[in-house]
């Protein structure tokens, strides 16, 4: 069809493409309409547990952690296959339920399952450390014979003919791949929705959303259909997620985790990178994906991978450690579920032996208007393009967006060095900084850590375009970070002090939105630890720490 006139809706499209991938689910796993909460039911976190859908032994083989999934498989004392067929199943529970999945492939991960065990038979070892476990990934990820849409019509149909490097690193290690899950269109926004597979929804309050842009993925392994996801992040679409759904996440510095032949936004814009990631219920699984992935020796099939193994010096940490804290960034407050959290981890940290100091991250403000420079340098021509080819609608988030990166001037060459220049110059003053903390620790050390809020707000309503987040600094400046859950929202703890402060005009913007804890209803409260550089071993070593000292309570599995 050569003219817009005579172009197919795009609505026939994409439901042409959702059709397809609701005929993927076996009919067996399909929910009886009997069993199906109602549609105003709003927590089904814990429907997999009451439904009665599943088998005492399906919810023993999904409600476990990955590193335990692999130690059983090893031991022989469950099989890939029997695991990969619950947790295919418990992903086709979760679509129906929260709407997570775009590509579905589970007969091949069956075959891929049942091939793995014959392999563990016959040679009596596994294939690597991941063998046998079922992982998830964000659209972005190629997978052969699927499409990678990132949520745009004009893709459907247009089928990976070659893997992304991860995804053949993790095949190599003995992953089993089943789904790939939901992004927002153009992969950024807050909220995980697009117009071929719609939205996502947030398992612990179906009001709410999951985050973005890796939200898919936070609501699948929220519901228990993955053990181990990976998402991506250039500007908390890591963060984001995990803190609004109650997971453990990490955005690995440039370089850690190959990024080769992954569909994205921006495409040559070098300024900013994204960063791929572990998204999962425990700092261990953190470990045991970033461990395995190294082991693969990834620089040799990445030229843009830094020959580093993992280190597993690097994550002996020292007895008492410091860590910097933050409720605001000068500019912006977190409203109290956030400071309440910041408050239990602060005390659980002494308590414990550890010592705390503040460090309130002034240059938070900095990073936010050089990476929107960064972002909008090409005047939104990139998301017009995609959604001009099909004639679909931005979403109104991104409408506004793309209006003011149009009406903005265009930046010159020398403008954009600029604009880099004065990122490498805020990275210098942030690594300095941190350095001089040396002399306030008590430890003889800098800080091993800040802990803040990705965002100043707990998961929120859908359609809620939020006015401020955190989530600009750790990937402007390359900076390791990790999510960690905490505790959830608190309808009588959690009301606004009506004696706040207003720090800034955006301040005030964000003290407005919040309204109450009302609107966050069931929501978990996560937060993150921001290392330095390059130190994914010592950010998921101080993961761990938290989640031994921090617990977790009834939000999480």
């Given at each position: 069809?050569?003219?817009?006139?005579?172009?197919?809706?795009?609505?026939?499209?994409?439901?042409?493409?959702?059709?397809?991938?609701?005929?993927?689910?076996?009919?067996?796993?399909?929910?009886?309409?009997?069993?199906?909460?109602?549609?105003?039911?709003?927590?089904?976190?814990?429907?997999?547990?009451?439904?009665?859908?599943?088998?005492?032994?399906?919810?023993?083989?999904?409600?476990?952690?990955?590193?335990?999934?692999?130690?059983?498989?090893?031991?022989?004392?469950?099989?890939?296959?029997?695991?990969?067929?619950?947790?295919?199943?418990?992903?086709?529970?979760?679509?129906?339920?929260?709407?997570?999945?775009?590509?579905?492939?589970?007969?091949?991960?069956?075959?891929?399952?049942?091939?793995?065990?014959?392999?563990?038979?016959?040679?009596?070892?596994?294939?690597?450390?991941?063998?046998?476990?079922?992982?998830?990934?964000?659209?972005?990820?190629?997978?052969?014979?699927?499409?990678?849409?990132?949520?745009?019509?004009?893709?459907?149909?247009?089928?990976?003919?070659?893997?992304?490097?991860?995804?053949?690193?993790?095949?190599n290690a003995g992953a089993v791949v089943y789904v790939k899950t939901n992004v927002p269109a153009t992969l950024m926004m807050g909220e995980t929705i697009n117009n071929v597979f719609g939205r996502s929804l947030n398992p612990h309050n179906r009001t709410l959303t999951p985050g973005g842009s890796s939200g898919g993925e936070s609501a699948l392994i929220t519901l228990g259909g993955s053990y181990l996801g990976v998402g991506t992040d250039i500007g908390g679409s890591i963060r984001h997620p995990c803190s609004f759904t109650g997971l453990y996440g990490l955005r690995p510095s440039q370089g850690r985790v190959s990024y080769q032949n992954v569909q994205n936004t921006f495409v040559g814009q070098e300024a900013v990178k994204s960063s791929a990631g572990p998204m999962c219920r425990s700092p261990d699984d953190i470990r045991l994906f970033m461990s395995s992935i190294l082991a693969e020796k990834p620089w040799r099939l990445d030229p843009y991978c830094l020959p580093i193994p993992w280190r597993e010096e690097e994550e002996i940490l020292p007895q008492q450690l410091c860590f910097g804290i933050a409720n605001h960034d000068g500019f912006v407050s977190a409203t109290p579920p956030l400071v309440r959290a910041i408050e239990i981890v602060k005390q659980k940290l002494l308590d414990a032996g550890h010592r705390v100091i503040e460090y309130i991250p002034h240059e938070m403000q900095e990073s936010r208007v050089l990476i929107n420079k960064m972002w909008s340098a090409d005047g939104g021509e990139e998301f017009q393009r995609d959604t001009d080819l099909s004639g679909e609608p931005l979403h109104p988030d991104l409408e506004a967006w793309l209006g003011h990166s149009a009406n903005a001037p265009r930046p010159s060459v020398s403008d954009m060095w600029r604009v880099q220049n004065q990122r490498t110059l805020l990275a210098q003053k942030w690594s300095e900084r941190w350095e001089n903390t040396q002399s306030q620790t008590g430890t003889g050390r800098p800080i091993d850590g800040l802990i803040m809020p990705s965002l100043p707000f707990p998961a929120v309503k859908h359609d809620s375009s939020y006015p401020s987040h955190y989530g600009t600094l750790s990937p402007l400046l390359d900076l390791t970070t990790g999510s960690f859950p905490v505790?959830?929202?608190?309808?009588?703890?959690?009301?606004?002090?009506?004696?706040?402060?207003?720090?800034?005009?955006r301040d005030g913007m964000v003290k407005k939105f919040y309204k109450g804890p009302e609107n966050h209803k069931n929501a978990p409260v996560g937060l993150a630890v921001i290392g330095r550089r390059l130190e994914e071993e010592k950010v998921t070593a101080m993961l761990k720490v938290l989640s031994e000292i921090v617990g977790r309570d009834a939000a999480h599995l």
């Open positions: 069809m050569d003219s817009v006139s005579e172009r197919e809706p795009w609505q026939a499209i994409a439901k042409r493409k959702q059709d397809e991938r609701e005929q993927k689910i076996p009919a067996e796993w399909r929910l009886p309409s009997t069993l199906l909460p109602k549609q105003d039911v709003d927590d089904v976190f814990n429907f997999p547990q009451t439904s009665g859908f599943f088998t005492l032994r399906e919810l023993e083989l999904t409600n476990v952690d990955a590193s335990k999934v692999v130690a059983k498989i090893a031991a022989g004392e469950w099989t890939s296959e029997e695991v990969t067929r619950a947790v295919c199943k418990r992903a086709a529970f979760a679509q129906q339920l929260v709407n997570c999945l775009t590509e579905i492939c589970f007969d091949e991960a069956i075959a891929r399952a049942k091939e793995l065990d014959r392999k563990l038979k016959e040679d009596g070892q596994v294939v690597g450390p991941l063998h046998g476990l079922a992982i998830s990934l964000k659209d972005q990820f190629n997978i052969p014979g699927l499409d990678s849409t990132l949520g745009y019509v004009s893709r459907i149909g247009q089928p990976a003919s070659s893997p992304s490097t991860l995804v053949t690193i993790l095949q505790t959830r929202v608190d309808l009588e703890k959690d009301q606004m002090p009506a004696d706040r402060p207003i720090l800034s005009g």
